[in-house]
């Protein structure tokens, strides 16, 4: 079987054998590929954990214990999904005054989509704090095992782009603009975005769900 | 909320005691002499010859993809001796302890080992063989090989690299150090559950089982986002996707089923690590556990993992038969297209490792035809290195007798593999040693692959050839232990000796286990062998070697000089054909070099990736030994040091035209591990 050769036979003394003037990559187009890839695999992650969640939301995995339609409210979880909601919204505000080369825009929105995050955190712990007080803390049954696992994941995710966040403002108001820190910026972006998007399957798969 | 245990604790040193060194136990003791001595051989020399600050320029803080893939397959080979002196405990065990009648000595009821210290072996050899020998080293060689057959100079992202190297690295030196302090699991390589929750396992040894994969497998992960973004963005101008080496494809996909596996994997022990650190209940015999989540999350990863390390094996062939048959390889298309069906489909059958489990007659058959399927773009690779050979001009180097020997054991392992996947045979099969030899014939196709790689790619990195006479004698030893060890195994396995015995209670079995320790006898010549070829290849190290020492090679790797310089090439080759080499070989161009030479960018070393690896294993082993604050530190060190860096300003720094042109008139100056020039980095500005 002969595959076509779409090339010739063999080189020649006028052949093109060397590109001296390529030199190496586009960084800004591999970091963010790179990152994509990165966030390809913690989507695995967490589509593990919701494997987890829907194999353990079972009346026999409850172990006695309550199930989720004793311990979430749609309600709980609507004030959190608004506070990620509109905490990407000012995280994206802060890239849209990035491209205007606005030092203090970025670190003004950046700041407000941070005290969003930490927003959102603040009610998640009051709510583990409220269940583990009734007794209904992840080692009581195998189903809540899982809900808390799955959701402080996504928590210690928060809590990591919170972080970031405020490595961009002090980098951003320190260097400004530079080829990395602008890399970066859009990669929080994608970060950002990505966590908000899991909190809505949680939210969906959750709270609803676990509600009706 | 950490959970009860039992026995001491204390703030300072968790569970840690002197009763956790195994100081009374004459085995571990002779090993800890065998390590200290390994120890003393290579830290003698290097005090010796003042080689710390070159360790520490040209190894520790590089970020040089050559030599962080060289590291990789060092490490992979250490573990590998350490795996295999496992393998020779198990067996040499298995022999003397077979029937009532059997002898003892040590303190064991029969053979030589007792059983809870048996069970570590066993556990150990499996979870060393792949997850710390096996993968490093093939992670190791697709790190050298992958941006030469781009034509790159480096990976897309050479400091996550050394980061990636150094967690692999930390998770093998748990391991290690598991059998000096404390123990090892006893649950098998897989995790048995519930064997590995805290009321059956509650000393450490599950712990050092799950840090250690933990930790190197985010190693993995890391490598595989590296790798796929070297493979996409990094192409030299003309490497268009057909033209793009087999290699360098199976590598793609390899990395594809890495990075999508090894999460899931991640999941398994991070959801038992909270069974077993803060007393959840996903995997517990009650309150609302299921075992059967354990056992399908690790095997959603198992299976995709023997994938993992099966195609890079596969391309290894793709390279090397070609070479040595002198024809571009048959049919490349359906060559490429099969690596992607087999990376597909090994998604989908992970069941097959408990069909016994009771999954009711119509899963099975769906997984049972899923993995039958595998055989069909199996089947084309191998009909295609057969066409390749097929009238070809065949030699048989040393790396073209790992390759044949290959084959030979991919169909023994590949139609073995389709009698398991029937459940009405995997029923009376399955848990039998007869699995146990299927998979090692599966395993040992990569070893087979591995060591014709190493003897292969050995010249272009380190500008010398691998002793020829000594490593076919290597080969053929190895091979009659191989032969030996699981023809008989797979007799032991009709026979129905199941798997992990340290009793065995059948004296029938005694002729074949006799056979297998024979084997095993020809395994540890060969090990002795491997050892005198590296002497012998040492000794006579002066020998000059060509670009191509083979003469036929085909792709854009042996281009450049050997042992190759370390920005790699000097001016980036333009791509016009598929089997690049061969195409200017033909033209009579292979040896010509560029007209000019332009100023290079290259990344500078840093300490940090090394320094990571340090403070993760602090991390691992503060978790083990429940040292909270210890932890703690080494996690938030790690964290600060990330963000540390991300503070430092080093793009790099520039190789002038007349630096590169100076080096490359004294070739053999600019090996590898030559020295790279020293001067002030780059200093970042902001874009406009
Ligand atoms: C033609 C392709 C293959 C088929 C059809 C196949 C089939 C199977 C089946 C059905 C089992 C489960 C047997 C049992 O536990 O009862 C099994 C086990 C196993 N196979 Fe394969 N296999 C194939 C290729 C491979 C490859 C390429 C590798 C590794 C590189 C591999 C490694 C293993 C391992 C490690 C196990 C046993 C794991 C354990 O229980 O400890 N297999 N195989
Ligand atoms: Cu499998």
């Known amino acids: 079987m002969a595959i076509p050769t779409h090339e010739t036979s063999h080189a020649t003394p006028d052949s093109v054998?060397?590109?001296?003037?390529?030199?190496?990559?586009?960084?800004?187009?591999?970091?963010?590929?790179?990152?994509?890839?990165?966030?390809?695999?913690?989507?695995?992650?967490?589509?593990?954990?919701?494997?987890?969640?829907?194999?353990?939301?079972?009346?026999?995995?409850?172990?006695?214990?309550?199930?989720?339609?004793?311990?979430?409210?749609?309600?709980?979880?609507?004030?959190?999904?608004?506070?990620?909601?509109?905490?990407?919204?000012?995280?994206?505000?802060?890239?849209?005054?990035?491209?205007?080369?606005?030092?203090?825009?970025?670190?003004?929105?950046?700041?407000i989509a941070l005290v969003l995050g930490l927003v959102f955190i603040g009610l998640e712990i009051a709510d583990f704090r409220a269940l583990i007080a009734q007794g209904a803390g992840p080692d009581r049954s195998g189903f809540l095992s899982a809900f808390f696992v799955l959701i402080a994941t996504h928590g210690l995710h928060m809590v990591f782009g919170i972080l970031w966040m405020l490595v961009m403002i002090v980098q951003v108001a320190r260097s400004g603009f530079t080829e990395h820190i602008v890399a970066r910026l859009l990669n929080l972006r994608l970060f950002w975005q990505f966590q908000a998007s899991v909190w809505v399957c949680v939210y969906a798969f959750v709270y609803l769900r676990g509600a009706f | 909320m950490p959970v009860h245990l039992q026995g001491p604790w204390s703030p300072l040193l968790g569970r840690l005691s002197l009763h956790a060194i195994p100081y009374n136990n004459s085995i571990i003791l002779f090993a800890f002499a065998l390590a200290a001595v390994a120890a003393v051989a290579v830290i003698a020399p290097v005090l010796y010859?003042?080689?710390?600050?070159?360790?520490?320029?040209?190894?520790?803080?590089?970020?040089?993809?050559?030599?962080?893939?060289?590291?990789?397959?060092?490490?992979?080979?250490?573990?590998?001796?350490?795996?295999?002196?496992?393998?020779?405990?198990?067996?040499?065990?298995?022999?003397?302890?077979?029937?009532?009648?059997?002898?003892?000595?040590?303190?064991?009821?029969?053979?030589?080992?007792?059983?809870?210290?048996?069970?570590?072996?066993?556990?150990?050899?499996?979870?060393?063989?792949?997850?710390?020998?096996?993968?490093?080293?093939?992670?190791?060689?697709?790190?050298?090989?992958?941006?030469?057959?781009?034509?790159a100079r480096d990976m897309a992202f050479p400091y996550l690299n050394a980061v990636s190297l150094w967690l692999t690295t930390v998770g093998a030196a748990l391991v290690m150090v598991s059998l000096f302090v404390g123990d090892f699991s006893a649950a098998g390589w897989?995790?048995?559950?519930?064997?590995?929750?805290?009321?059956?396992?509650?000393?450490?040894?599950?712990?050092?089982?799950?840090?250690?994969?933990?930790?190197?497998?985010?190693?993995?992960?890391?490598?595989?986002?590296?790798?796929?973004?070297?493979?996409?963005t990094m192409r030299a101008p003309g490497m268009t996707w057909l033209r793009l080496p087999i290699f360098t494809w199976t590598t793609l996909s390899t990395n594809i089923i890495g990075l999508t596996a090894f999460p899931v994997l991640g999941v398994a022990l991070a959801l038992l690590s909270a069974d077993r650190y803060i007393g959840t209940h996903f995997f517990t015999a009650g309150q609302g556990g299921n075992l059967m989540l354990y056992t399908n999350l690790f095997w959603i990863w198992g299976h995709p993992e023997v994938y993992f390390l099966v195609l890079p094996a596969f391309g290894i062939f793709s390279e090397i038969i070609p070479t040595f048959s002198e024809r571009p390889l048959f049919g490349y298309v359906t060559m490429v297209a099969a690596t992607f069906a087999i990376g597909g489909i090994s998604w989908l059958v992970w069941l097959h490792h408990f069909f016994t489990m009771g999954a009711g007659p119509a899963v099975n058959t769906f997984f049972s035809v899923a993995t039958m399927f595998v055989g069909v773009p199996t089947g084309v690779k191998v009909f295609n290195w057969v066409?390749?050979?097929?009238?070809?001009?065949?030699?048989?180097?040393?790396?073209?007798?790992?390759?044949?020997?290959?084959?030979?054991?991919?169909?023994?392992?590949?139609l073995t593999g389709m009698m398991l996947a029937m459940p009405a045979i995997d029923y009376t099969v399955h848990n039998s040693v007869f699995v146990v030899a299927h998979f090692h014939c599966m395993v040992l196709l990569v070893a087979y692959a591995i060591f014709g790689a190493v003897t292969f790619w050995f010249p272009k990195v380190f500008g010398l050839q691998l002793d020829e006479r000594s490593g076919k004698l290597f080969f053929w030893t190895f091979s009659i232990g191989t032969i030996l060890v699981f023809v008989a195994m797979f007799g032991l396995g009709f026979m129905g000796e199941t798997r992990r015995l340290d009793y065995l209670y059948d004296p029938q079995w005694l002729p074949l286990l006799i056979i297998q320790e024979i084997g095993i006898g020809f395994y540890s010549l060969s090990v002795l062998i491997f050892c005198w070829m590296l002497y012998v290849t040492l000794r006579h190290?002066?020998?000059?070697?060509?670009?191509?020492?083979?003469?036929?090679?085909?792709?854009?790797?042996?281009?450049?000089?050997?042992?190759?310089?370390?920005?790699?090439?000097?001016?980036?080759?333009?791509?016009?054909?598929?089997?690049?080499?061969?195409?200017?070989?033909?033209g009579g161009m292979d040896r010509k070099l560029p007209d000019g030479y332009a100023p290079v960018h290259m990344p500078s070393n840093t300490m940090v990736p090394a320094l990571i690896g340090l403070f993760a294993f602090g991390f691992g082993f503060g978790m083990i030994w429940r040292i909270w604050w210890m932890a703690g530190f080494s996690i938030v060190a790690v964290i600060v040091l990330v963000i540390a860096r991300s503070f430092q300003k080093t793009p790099g720094y520039i190789l002038s035209t007349d630096e590169i042109t100076a080096m490359e008139r004294r070739v053999e100056g600019s090996s590898i591990v030559a020295e790279q020039p020293s001067r002030p980095p780059l200093v970042e500005a902001e874009v406009h």
């Open chain 2, 190 to 232: 897989v995790g048995l559950i519930p064997l590995t929750e805290l009321p059956f396992s509650p000393g450490v040894g599950v712990d050092y089982w799950i840090w250690a994969i933990q930790i190197s497998s985010i190693g993995t992960t890391l490598n595989a986002v590296n790798m796929i973004a070297t493979i996409v």
């Open chain 1, 17 to 111: 054998l060397w590109q001296p003037e390529v030199e190496a990559h586009d960084d800004l187009a591999a970091r963010t590929l790179g990152f994509w890839l990165y966030m390809m695999s913690d989507a695995l992650l967490f589509a593990g954990l919701f494997a987890a969640y829907g194999v353990l939301d079972h009346a026999y995995n409850t172990a006695g214990g309550p199930g989720a339609r004793q311990i979430v409210h749609p309600l709980d979880g609507f004030w959190q999904t608004l506070a990620v909601m509109t905490s990407v919204f000012a995280f994206s505000l802060a890239t849209v005054a990035m491209k205007m080369r606005s030092r203090p825009g970025v670190i003004l929105y950046t700041s």
């Open chain 2, 541 to 586: 190290r002066h020998a000059h070697v060509e670009a191509d020492p083979w003469g036929t090679s085909r792709t854009l790797e042996w281009l450049t000089h050997t042992p190759v310089p370390f920005y790699n090439f000097a001016v980036t080759p333009q791509v016009n054909a598929r089997d690049e080499l061969d195409w200017r070989r033909r």
């Open chain 2, 387 to 414: 066409f390749t050979i097929y009238r070809g001009r065949l030699r048989f180097d040393t790396p073209m007798l790992w390759c044949v020997g290959g084959l030979f054991l991919l169909l023994i392992g590949g």
């Open chain 2, 49 to 151: 010859f003042k080689k710390i600050p070159y360790l520490w320029r040209e190894w520790i803080t590089t970020v040089d993809h050559k030599k962080i893939g060289v590291m990789y397959i060092i490490v992979g080979l250490v573990m590998m001796f350490r795996g295999f002196f496992d393998g020779l405990m198990i067996r040499t065990q298995q022999v003397l302890a077979d029937g009532p009648h059997s002898p003892h000595f040590l303190d064991a009821l029969h053979g030589y080992i007792p059983p809870y210290h048996f069970d570590q072996i066993y556990s150990s050899h499996g979870t060393i063989m792949i997850l710390f020998a096996v993968t490093p080293i093939l992670t190791g060689l697709t790190n050298v090989i992958v941006p030469l057959q781009v034509g």
